[in-house]
């Protein structure tokens, strides 16, 4: 595609619901960012995909979020049994050297 | 260990003032790449510039310009003749080599008052 696609754009959940994110990254490009941004704040390094290495996930703030990359392309953040403070925009971006693009993120709040 | 430092958290000027966002980086490598991007208020992050380590020519796009210094480890970016549609956040980032994962900094909120 012509950019980042995220899906959806904006997610309203109950506490201790489990939320699915996806992001469709740049077509070729083999690296693939996730990040989460709370209101007013800068931007928290959640997991990063790289070709086909073991992703870095030491980023991911607790056991109840994962994420996975199907294929070295579509990725999926999850997070289980939501809590209030996931509440923020959820980023993903994708590079295929150096330079990440962004997707428009997705807001989730929990309820 | 690489990191990004953006000590200015807020900033604002008056229209049509000059405003320079500080960043300081720090890398174990020879090779590095550096970035900064604006994130204005409707949330997108925007691509602005790449440098590499190995060109330390400053870097002028219109009323925006780009001072690398390997010396001082710092990246800073100039805006001239600021606009209100310049106020965002703008974040300053470093990627090691091109397996590493960019690393941002905090981020300035720059504020253009009319």
């Known amino acids: 595609g012509a950019g980042v696609s995220q899906s959806p754009s904006n997610k309203v959940t109950e506490k201790g619901k489990d939320v699915e994110l996806r992001c469709d990254p740049i077509?070729?490009?083999?690296?693939l960012y996730w990040y989460r941004q709370s209101l007013g704040q800068g931007l928290e390094f959640l997991i990063y995909?790289?070709?086909?290495?073991?992703?870095?996930k030491s980023g991911l703030p607790s056991d109840r979020f994962s994420a996975e990359r199907t294929g070295g392309s579509v990725s999926t953040l999850t997070i289980q049994r939501t809590q209030q403070e996931d509440s923020a925009v959820y980023l993903c971006?994708?590079?295929?050297?150096?330079?990440?693009?962004f997707g428009q993120g997705t807001r989730l709040t929990v309820v | 260990a690489q990191k990004v430092t953006q000590a200015q958290t807020e900033i604002s000027v008056v229209e049509k003032e000059d405003v320079t966002l500080d960043c300081v980086y720090e890398?174990?490598?020879?090779?590095?790449?550096l970035f900064w991007y604006k994130q204005p208020p409707s949330g997108e992050l925007v691509f602005l510039i790449r440098?590499?380590?190995?060109?330390?020519q400053n870097e002028i796009s219109g009323r925006y310009s780009w001072n690398f210094q390997k010396s001082t480890s710092s990246f800073n970016f100039t805006i001239t003749a600021s606009q209100v549609v310049d106020s965002a956040v703008y974040f300053c980032?470093?990627?090691?080599?091109?397996?590493?994962?960019?690393?941002f900094g905090k981020g300035t909120r720059l504020h253009i008052l009319p």
């Open positions: 440098r590499n380590s190995f060109d330390e």
């Open positions: 077509s070729g490009h083999t690296a």
């Open positions: 995909f790289q070709g086909n290495s073991a992703p870095d």
């Open positions: 971006a994708s590079s295929l050297f150096d330079e990440a693009f």
């Open positions: 890398t174990r490598d020879t090779t590095y790449y």
């Open positions: 980032a470093l990627i090691q080599n091109r397996d590493d994962k960019i690393i």
